[in-house]
Structure formats: C-alpha cells, structure tokens
T-cell receptor, first 112, second 111 residues
Framework: DTEVTQTPKHLVMGMTNKKSLKCEQHMGHRAMYWYKQKAKKPPELMFV???????INESVPSRFSPECPNSSLLNLHLHALQPEDSALYLCASHGTGANEQFFGPGTRLTVL | SQQGEEDPQALSIQEGENATMNCSYKTSINNLQWYRQNSGRGLVHLIL?????REKHSGRLRVTLDTSKKSSSLLITASRAADTASYFC???????????FGAGTRLFVKA
C-alpha cells in the first residue's frame, strides 16, 4: 500500500468550531508532515513528526494542534480558526533514508 | 523566504510541444526533486537528481542540475493535455526533515 489517505476531503467550519483532520499511511514511514497550501502558492511546512515525536513546529499558531497517536496516524486538531486559515491542508510521509515524500490528496478547509 | 524560485510562473503550450521550467535555490543541497500537482490535489514525486549528477531522464522527463549556478531545469518532451498541472522543485535541508518548495510553474497544455 503506497498511499497516504486524508479525511475529510472538504471541511467547512465556523470560527468557534472544533474539528480534526486525519491522515493515515501504512507504508511504515516514520516521518509524517502537515503542510498548508494557499491557492497558487507552494506548500508551506507546518509540523513534522519523527517516530511519533514532534520534531518541527514552524511557529504555527496554537489554534492548530497536531497529534501523532501511532506510527500510521497523524491528526491536526483545529480550534478557533480564522478565515485566513482557509487553505488546502496536505499530509505527507517519507521512509527512513528515503528522499521523496508521499502526499495525501489534501483536505480543503473553508473557515467562515 | 523560499529557497527555491521558479520561472516561468505560468506556461501555456500546444500538445506535442516541449515545456521547460527552471528552478533556482540558495543553499547547499544533497539532492533536488521535482513534484507535480494536479489542481487541488496532493503532490506527486516525479524525479530526483543528486548533487553529483548533472542530468537525469525518466520517460519524457529530463532534469538538469547546475550546482555552481544553484539551478535546475525540468523539460517535458512531447507534452500532453494530461501534463496540465503545477510543477514544483523541492530542496531538502541537509540532515533534516525540512523541504523547501519553489514557487511553482503552472503548465497548461492545450489539446
């Protein structure tokens, strides 16, 4: 299985809502990533988990809270988001010693 | 700021023509990668070229790397409508997890 899955595909939420994005891979990859991508822009790194531990937080606001419950699963908990947080959120993973990242299809998030 | 910058920002060509896009980066690298992204979807890895390589081929793709100029180019030959997508170069930080993506080139291939 060489696939990274993300749910939901689309999410619309109000600024007072709490929601979560989910990412899953079964390739045995021990590094997992969250990226944020605005329209016509490249992906911007948000968080990196390595061996289920947070390795990189790119100064992301605390209204975004990542979680890595196990080596296959990565969550991004959302709370009190702003309209400018509307974007495509991409999850990716890569294996130890590998170079390429495998990306999920993304979650299109709209904050009203 | 982003490590990789790309040009052109957008490119429109006819089916069958070749498409060339360029990428520049700022720091030392072990490798440089190219990804494709169809509209609103995830990125797909296309090809990787190592810092000690000058040119690499994969099917209709040809990538060059000039480490002295800190630049790379991606050539897609005999383009097809299905090649319509955004193309990003990516440079992983040496010894780390972070990868910087270039601004991207939006390619439109007209049938």
């Amino acid at each position: 299985d060489t696939e990274v899955t993300q749910t939901p595909k689309h999410l619309v939420m109000g600024m007072t809502n709490k929601k979560s994005l989910k990412c899953e891979q079964h390739m045995g990859h021990r590094a997992m990533y969250w990226y944020k991508q605005k329209a016509k822009k490249p992906p911007e790194l948000m968080f990196v988990y390595s061996y289920e531990k947070l390795s990189i937080n790119e100064s992301v606001p605390s209204r975004f809270s990542p979680e890595c419950p196990n080596s296959s699963l990565l969550n991004l908990h959302l709370h009190a988001l702003q309209p400018e947080d509307s974007a495509l959120y991409l999850c990716a993973s890569h294996g130890t010693g590998a170079n390429e990242q495998f990306f999920g299809p993304g979650t299109r998030l709209t904050v009203l | 700021s982003q490590q990789g910058e790309e040009d052109p920002q957008a490119l429109s060509i006819q089916e069958g023509e070749n498409a060339t896009m360029n990428c520049s980066y700022k720091t030392s690298i072990n490798n440089l990668q190219w990804y494709r992204q169809n509209s609103g979807r995830g990125l797909v890895h296309l090809i990787l070229i190592r810092s000690n390589e000058r040119e690499k081929h994969s099917g209709r793709l040809r990538v060059t790397l000039d480490t002295s100029k800190k630049s790379s180019s991606l050539l897609i030959t005999a383009s097809r409508a299905a090649d319509t997508a955004s193309y990003f170069c990516a440079t992983p930080f040496i010894g780390g997890f972070k990868t910087i993506f270039g601004a991207g080139t939006r390619l439109f291939v007209k049938a």
